[in-house]
């Protein structure tokens, strides 16, 4: 994989939206940026389950990949680089052939995991209910 194709430095989405015609921001507006920052970082479709498993302890790459399900290589990738630049992984190379890399959750992604698994356990909870009202939205939405 290319670095250009797994740039993580790059300015994302919100980033751009928060930074807009380079307005100064107050006090208040500038914690809302970084809040969402971060919110959508933690909360992104593939984050939340790296996070869950490297909390249990170090966790190698093929390891994540057969643990979450329908993630690509290189969306594992970039979602570990992504959460290793915030610091919330360690990632440890050792040098043996081939390179043994192990994920670990850094202090505080370990703090931040009891809110994920509260999180991930309300929506396995109320997943059919979603469902089903979603059904019946749509049943009563279309035209």
């Known amino acids: 994989m290319s670095q250009r194709n797994s740039d993580v430095s790059?300015?994302?989405?919100?980033?751009?939206?928060?930074?807009?015609?380079?307005?100064?921001?107050?006090?208040?507006?500038?914690?809302?940026?970084?809040?969402?920052?971060?919110?959508?970082?933690?909360?992104?479709?593939?984050?939340?389950?790296?996070?869950?498993?490297a909390s249990h302890g170090p966790v190698r790459f093929t390891e994540l990949e057969r643990h979450i399900e329908g993630i690509s290589r290189r969306m594992l990738t970039l979602t570990l680089r992504n959460l290793e630049r915030d610091g919330l992984l360690h990632r440890t190379v050792y040098p043996t052939v081939p390179p043994k890399v192990e994920y670990t959750a850094t202090p505080m992604a370990l703090e931040l995991y009891e809110s994920l698994v509260a999180l991930t356990t309300w929506a396995e909870r109320h997943r059919r209910a979603i469902a089903e009202a979603r059904t019946r939205y749509d049943a009563e939405h279309t035209g």
């Open 10 to 53: 790059a300015p994302i989405e919100t980033e751009l939206a928060c930074a807009a015609e380079n307005v100064p921001f107050t006090p208040g507006q500038a914690r809302a940026c970084t809040v969402r920052e971060v919110l959508d970082r933690v909360g992104g479709k593939w984050s939340i389950g790296v996070l869950v498993a």
